[in-house]
């Protein structure tokens, strides 16, 4: 079964500062990883995705993310937080084998400091 | 034009009622879903149908019950509403083919009294 962790609920930069939030998975299967950002009482937005190829992905807003197989970690990056950043982000896993469905870690909520 | 919507976007409601949240998707996806996310965020599937036949059932009472009319439209119905069922309900869609992004409604809130 495949898993996922996101290392820290809470995540606090500086505006300006570098945004670093933690994602490592468990998949038997060569995995397909996503980024979703989830803004207060909104729905999900895909923020970015790592199917196959490049490994280092670029997503929206200006993040990326690199598929680090050796290390199973997928962790999401942004070089300058903005004050717009501030909202939960979720890291999942889909197994195309098991009718796609995505497992979801357990969020981290990202918090930017004027 | 909302790619997926959901409908209502808040519900309040008794325990013991029947209620029932509706989905509909304009982007000609194949799949749909179910998710729940319960008080502590923690997003888990709940069902999802391809092409109107169920293809994903978790562990969900069986007093939810999904109903695809047709490959755009998966409604979520409700027996019983149990104080534990207050949640934010996500339906979301996908292509079958390919990664199957998945692309998220807006939610619906229930909140059970």
């Known amino acids: 079964a495949q898993s996922v962790t996101q290392l820290g609920s809470h995540v606090s930069v500086s505006e300006g500062a570098l945004v670093l939030l933690r994602c490592n998975y468990s998949?038997?299967?060569?995995?397909?990883l996503f980024w979703y950002v989830q803004y207060p009482n909104q729905g999900l937005q895909l923020l970015l995705k790592?199917?196959?190829?490049?490994?280092l992905v670029k997503g929206i807003n200006g993040f990326e993310a690199e598929f680090k197989k050796s290390e199973t970690s997928f962790h999401l990056t942004k070089p300058s937080a903005h004050m717009s950043d501030a909202a939960e982000y979720f890291c999942?896993?889909?197994?195309?084998?098991?009718?796609?469905?995505?497992?979801f870690g357990a969020g981290t909520i990202l918090r930017v400091k004027s | 034009d909302t790619a997926v919507s959901q409908t209502p976007k808040y519900l309040v409601t008794q325990m013991g009622n029947d209620k029932s949240i509706k989905c509909e998707q304009n982007?000609?996806?194949?799949?749909m879903y179910w998710y729940k996310q319960d008080s502590k965020k923690f997003l888990k599937i709940m069902f999802s149908?391809?092409?109107?036949?169920?293809?994903i059932n978790e562990t969900v009472p069986n007093r939810f019950s999904p109903k695809s009319p047709d490959k755009a439209h998966l409604n979520l119905h409700i027996n019983s509403l149990e104080l534990g069922d207050s949640a934010v309900y996500f339906c979301?869609?996908?292509?079958?083919?390919?990664?199957?992004?998945?692309?998220f409604g807006p939610g619906t809130r229930l909140l059970v009294l």
């Open positions: 149908y391809n092409n109107k036949e169920l293809i």
């Open positions: 790592y199917t196959t190829g490049a490994t």
């Open positions: 999942a896993v889909s197994d195309k084998a098991d009718g796609n469905k995505l497992v």
């Open positions: 998949s038997s299967v060569p995995p397909y």
């Open positions: 982007l000609g996806h194949d799949t």
């Open positions: 979301a869609s996908s292509q079958e083919a390919g990664e199957g992004t998945q692309y």
